[in-house]
């Protein structure tokens, strides 16, 4: 039997770290946890899959996840998701432009 649980933030802020916190639970197969993060600014979901206790980002084809520079420090916030964009538009817009 499968077993899942969904949750939905509605800005990026709010889902700064729940990775870390989903890595340490004790997942019974880890091996198995899948993660599909879509901020309101992304145009697709976001994939992260468990390896070696941490959950990383699992490059998807034609998507591209853009960092952007803290307006105080002038440096890329670590804990900044980023977004994440198409880049099969054959326009280079996003979605819903």
Excluded at 8 to 33: C, D, I, K, N, Y
Excluded at 52 to 63: A, F, K, M, S
Aim: aromatic letters at 10%; proline letters at 8%; hydrophobic letters at 30%.
């Amino acid at each position: 039997m499968f077993e899942g649980w969904a949750v939905e933030f509605a800005r990026r802020s709010h889902w700064v770290g729940l990775l870390e916190h989903l890595e340490s639970q004790p997942w019974p197969s880890p091996h198995t946890v899948q993660v599909l993060v879509h901020d309101e600014e992304d145009d697709c979901f976001g994939l992260w899959m468990m390896h070696d206790g941490r959950l990383v980002e699992v490059p998807l084809p034609r998507t591209s996840r853009s960092y952007w520079p803290n307006h105080y420090t002038g440096e890329v916030d670590p804990d900044c998701p980023g977004i994440l964009t198409r880049t099969d538009r054959s326009d280079g817009s996003r979605e819903g432009e």
